[in-house]
């Protein structure tokens, strides 16, 4: 089944205690990207990857890294996380580059920072 | 840059009623528009989109959109809306061969018995 998966879909941690969430595809899409959703904004973009070792920032990216050293996996990373990154994370991804393609969405993280 | 609102962050209607969702958006070029739509706990899944051909597009589960350039709006509607179609609806525009989508806050669509 052509799919998204995040690990983990949910979790509690502490400020400044590091943390990764997975994201794979088995689709051999190129594009990859990570969005945060919270109420009142909808989804706003972190980071995008539009091939292997090649990543760019979207309108969200502070306190976050991401990399992109196999085409189907694209893992976010909070080096320090603080409450205000408390949100529900979502991985996608899509079989091109240009803005037409459609993107399929992994099911959220749904992360809590203390 | 380009962006999109969507008027009203509620929608309540009746079951068999006229769904009405509105997107109206923003961009300097001409704009690719999506409409996604998020169940309870689930990811996104596209609805429909808008890539420059017809200007009315029909979506999945009975959904259609119009493009609207005149009145720069891509309005999502269902002649008669079903209780499975509660769920939060999102638009989102982004600009050929870009690579940012921009989505707009969402509507949450209630279904009334």
């Known amino acids: 089944e052509a799919q998204v998966t995040q690990n983990p879909r949910y979790l509690i941690t502490v400020t400044g205690k590091k943390l990764t969430v997975t994201c794979s595809q088995n689709m051999n899409h190129e594009y990859m990207s990570w969005y945060r959703q919270d109420p009142g904004l909808g989804l706003r973009q972190i980071y995008y990857?539009?091939?292997?070792?090649?990543?760019d920032k979207g309108d969200v990216p502070e306190g976050y890294k991401v990399s992109r050293k196999e085409k189907r996996n694209f893992p976010l990373i909070l080096e320090s996380p603080s409450p205000n990154q408390t949100s529900l994370y979502f991985c996608?991804?899509?079989?091109?580059?240009?803005?037409?393609?459609?993107?399929?969405f992994g099911p959220g993280t749904r992360l809590l920072v203390l | 840059a380009q962006s999109v609102t969507q008027l009203g962050s509620h929608v309540s209607v009746s079951e068999g009623a006229l769904v009405l969702l509105r997107c109206n958006y923003s961009s300097s070029v001409p704009p690719y528009l999506f409409w996604y739509v998020q169940y309870p706990n689930q990811g996104l899944q596209l609805l429909l989109k808008?890539?420059?051909?017809?200007?009315l597009v029909k979506g999945i589960n009975g959904f259609e959109a119009e493009f609207k350039k005149s009145e720069t709006s891509f309005h999502l509607t269902k002649p008669s809306a079903h209780m499975s179609d509660a769920a939060e609806y999102f638009c989102a525009v982004s600009r050929p061969r870009g690579n940012d989508m921009r989505f707009g806050a969402g509507t949450r669509l209630t279904v009334k018995p």
């Open positions: 808008y890539t420059s051909a017809a200007t």
């Open positions: 990857s539009m091939n292997v070792e090649v990543t």
């Open positions: 996608a991804s899509s079989s091109g580059q240009g803005g037409q393609e459609t993107q399929y």
